[in-house]
């Protein structure tokens, strides 16, 4: 295996993963339910934290540049909190403390962005009243991400570990998909 092996499997899980979370931004799908959490949590455990934060950038950078760019300050709590979840994604060994990070990664990105989107857009009062109605009003949106979250964790885990691929594919994967 040549030197610059290990790195060229990394940028090759890394591009399907950016690859994967921006497809799942940009078809038709419930409002918050993409893959974008769960693609973070496979970059973490798999690709180590770096990685991680690579990918949440990029999958953003790629997807928002298609579907459009909106107010930079509620922009800068998303994308921060994406980076909060690629950090989020490495904790616990055990499958209790993952499902836990990956729950209150939904909780995360729920109460900053729509903090941001309270405090940054006209449609609330700026007094704790607006702030409890945009939250409630966002309920649906917490919903739809925790079970996005949670299927397509199980699917892209399923898929790293047991989709048929080429033997190329699996070969390069190998190391990164336990």
Request: charged share 10%.
């Amino acid at each position: 295996m040549s030197p610059g092996a290990p790195i060229m499997k990394k940028v090759g899980l890394a591009a399907l993963l950016v690859a994967f979370a921006v497809a799942g931004r940009l078809v038709p799908h419930l409002p918050n339910a993409t893959p974008m959490t769960a693609t973070l949590f496979a970059a973490s455990r798999r690709l180590g934290g770096r990685w991680a934060y690579g990918v949440a950038v990029a999958a953003l950078l790629c997807s928002d540049a298609i579907l459009g760019w909106y107010d930079w300050r509620v922009l800068v709590s998303v994308y921060g909190s994406f980076l909060v979840i690629a950090a989020l994604g490495s904790v616990g060994a055990g499958r209790t403390a993952r499902v836990g990070a990956l729950a209150a990664s939904s909780v995360l990105f729920f109460l900053i962005t729509n903090a941001a989107v309270w405090a940054f857009t006209p449609g609330y009062a700026k007094d704790l009243s607006g702030l409890v109605l945009c939250y409630t009003q966002a309920l649906p949106f917490l919903c739809n991400m925790l079970v996005g979250d949670f299927i397509y964790a199980a699917l892209l885990s399923g898929a790293l570990y047991s989709l048929p691929l080429s033997v190329r594919v699996r070969h390069a994967i190998a190391p990164y998909a336990r």
